[in-house]
């Protein structure tokens, strides 16, 4: 059964912090690791993985995977109130054709004042 | 359509009775998904739909949730004989033929509240 852990689970930081999340997986025919941002409703894509030691960078986020190790970690720099949200990782399995994501738990980040 | 259409966005209903929720996805997207997310939990795979192919029930939680896809297209995820503990947010998500989770786009929801 894949799986996927995220953590801390909740985190509340001030404006201008910078957090470190992390997610650690296991995972049978390994495709990608994702990152999304979930803040209402619906979450959004923010970045794939697929190769170890590849940072991937848009604005102030940051990610970077390791599979050897088997986790990922998405970095936000100065932060700021609209990065409050909660953070999803996820796992990609090659099923045939098809693939399958198996999401963690989540990190819910409060960026304060 | 434009995105992916789900409703009702919000649903109370009481114990015992059967609910449907409805899924709209993008308009060519061959791969849908069932999420359910309890407060302040992540997102838990219920079943996937892949094109023509017999759809991944395996993270179904009992016989009393059941999913269909018409077409190839609109999917109902029903629920019978509800019970507290199906309170959440019923989320769906389509990708497109060869997409994965880069191009996953997810709906609003839909609350569903059993009192």
């Known amino acids: 059964e894949d799986k996927v852990v995220q953590s801390p689970l909740s985190l509340v930081v001030h404006e201008g912090d910078t957090v470190t999340l992390n997610c650690s997986y296991e995972v049978t025919n390994f495709r990608s690791l994702l990152w999304y941002k979930q803040e209402k409703k619906a979450p959004t894509f923010l970045f794939m993985l697929t190769s170890s030691g590849i940072e991937k960078k848009s604005g102030r986020l940051s990610s970077i995977l390791d599979k050897k190790e088997l986790f990922s970690i998405l970095n936000i720099t100065a932060t700021q109130t609209g990065d409050s949200a909660v953070y999803l990782c996820?796992?990609?399995?090659?099923?045939?054709?098809?693939?399958?994501?198996?999401f963690g738990t989540g990190t819910r980040l409060q960026v304060t004042l | 359509g434009a995105g992916v259409s789900q409703s009702p966005s919000n649903k109370v209903t009481e114990k015992g009775k059967d609910v449907e929720l409805r899924c709209d996805p993008i308009s060519g997207h061959t791969a849908l998904y069932w999420y359910r997310q309890s407060l302040g939990q992540g997102l838990e795979f219920l079943i996937y739909?892949?094109?023509?192919?017999?759809?991944?029930k395996s993270g179904l939680p009992s016989d009393r949730f059941s999913a269909e896809r018409t077409g190839g297209s609109v999917s109902t995820l029903t629920i019978q004989r509800t019970q507290q503990e199906d309170s959440a947010v019923y989320l769906c998500?389509?990708?497109?033929?060869?997409?994965?989770?880069?191009?996953?786009?997810f709906g609003a929801g839909s609350r569903l509240t059993v009192l």
């Open positions: 739909f892949q094109g023509n192919s017999a759809p991944d």
């Open positions: 996820a796992v990609e399995r090659r099923t045939g054709t098809a693939s399958k994501l198996t």
């Open positions: 998500a389509s990708s497109p033929p060869g997409g994965g989770g880069w191009v996953l786009t």
